[in-house]
Structure formats: structure tokens, C-alpha cells
């Protein structure tokens, strides 16, 4: 693990390489599982001041789960996560006529088509993905989560020769600015240097 600000990043965040693959997964990680995505009480409380522009857009079923159990509830861990249907699907999962999965917050949010907190597109933890944030004592843990659904993402992002923490910039920066995210990139180049490899030639 690397110290950068009050985070502790994985080696893997700076070493894996990835790069979703929609064309291919179609966007499963949204109706795969068995936990919603996790949420902060800070997103609950924007989502729920979305949720009379979202509830005529989302299916039966997702309408159903929230008038019985809400937007969110608490995992077997303790976390708390957005709600699920069917033990797997998020409420605010769709898919189109393509038959791929799309987030309806992110979705009316870039089509401009959500009146109150327009400028919210999705939760933080569903930006970032594959990586995780965990507590370590003080810190922030900033670990890479592989699961199995993603191998198209690992097989497209070593033919790209993308790191993970390349492709995720624009979330990292969202979540811990340009400052961090320029002190991420200097300290992977420093311990590639190390390793007199360059981040583009690392192995899978």
C-alpha cells in the first residue's frame, strides 16, 4: 500500500489494468450480485430528493422495493447500500432497446432531464468500480475488487495497455481531487521507475 493524503492506495490500483468493456458485459454489473452499490448518507438524501422525478421511469418491481423497504438499507457488514430487486438488480437499473443496462439517475442526469440536484449523476461507489473504498483505521483504503463479470474489462484494458488508476481519473479526481490524483500519478511513476518498467509495460 502507498500513503498519499490520509488514503492508503492498493499496489493494484497503480499496477492492474482495465477497461469496461460495454460492448461485451453490456453493463451486468448493475443487475449482478448479491449487496446494492454503496451509498453515503449525503447521496441518500440528494437521491431522495430525485426520487419524485425517477419513480415514473423505473420498472414495477423497483417501485414495489422501494414502497416496502426504501431506498436503501444495511448490508450484512453494516454498510449501507441502495436497494436491490430480485436479490441483484439496483432499483435505478434499465435496460434499452439494445439490451444493454443503464443507470437512470446517470441517464436523465446527462440528458439533462432532472430538474433537482441536476449536477448528481450517479453514487461514488458505482463511478469508481472495480475499486472499493474501505475504512483502515484513520485512513481511506483504496483497493482494486475483482470480480469475475469484469475479465472482458482486464482482457480489453491490457490490450490498451490502461491502468487502472488511468482509466478511473475522472472519478478519483471527484472523489479526491486533482492534488491527490497528481500525487497518485507521481507515485505510480516513481515506483515503476523502481521497478525500470514503464506503467504501459507491466504484465497483466
Known amino acids: 500500500m502507498f500513503l498519499i493524503q490520509n488514503t492508503l492506495v492498493s499496489l493494484d490500483v497503480l499496477e492492474k ?3 469496461c468493456d460495454l460492448d461485451t458485459c453490456r453493463g ?6 448479491d449487496a446494492g452499490c454503496p451509498i453515503t448518507d449525503e447521496e441518500l438524501q440528494l437521491i431522495e430528493q430525485l ?3 425517477l419513480l ?3 420498472t414495477p418491481e423497483a417501485k414495489q422495493v422501494v414502497a416496502e423497504q426504501g431506498l436503501s438499507y444495511l448490508d450484512p457488514s453494516g454498510e449501507r447500500v441502495l436497494s436491490i430487486v430480485n436479490g441483484k438488480d439496483c432499483i435505478f437499473a434499465r435496460t434499452g432497446h439494445n439490451g444493454w443496462c443503464y443507470c437512470l439517475i446517470e441517464k436523465r442526469a446527462k440528458n439533462q432531464e432532472l430538474k433537482a440536484n441536476s449536477q448528481f449523476t450517479k453514487p461514488i461507489s458505482c463511478h469508481l468500480y472495480p475499486i472499493r473504498l474501505t475504512k483502515v483505521g484513520e485512513y481511506t483504503g483504496v483497493e482494486y475488487n475483482r ?3 469484469c475479465h472482458c474489462a482486464r482482457v480489453l484494458g491490457k490490450k490498451k495497455h490502461l491502468p ?3 482509466f478511473l481519473k475522472e472519478p478519483l479526481i471527484r472523489r479526491f481531487g486533482e492534488e491527490w490524483y497528481n500525487e497518485l500519478c507521481l507515485t505510480a511513476e516513481e515506483w515503476h521507475k523502481q521497478l525500470n518498467v514503464s506503467p504501459r509495460e507491466k504484465p497483466f
Do not use: A, R, S, V
Not at 28 to 33: A, D, P, W
Open 28 to 33: 451486468c454489473c448493475c443487475i449482478e450480485g
Open 51 to 53: 426520487l419524485p422525478e
Open 164 to 166: 487502472l488508476y488511468q
Open 17 to 19: 489494468e482495465f477497461c
Open 147 to 149: 470480480w469475475d463479470i
Open 56 to 58: 415514473p421511469h423505473m
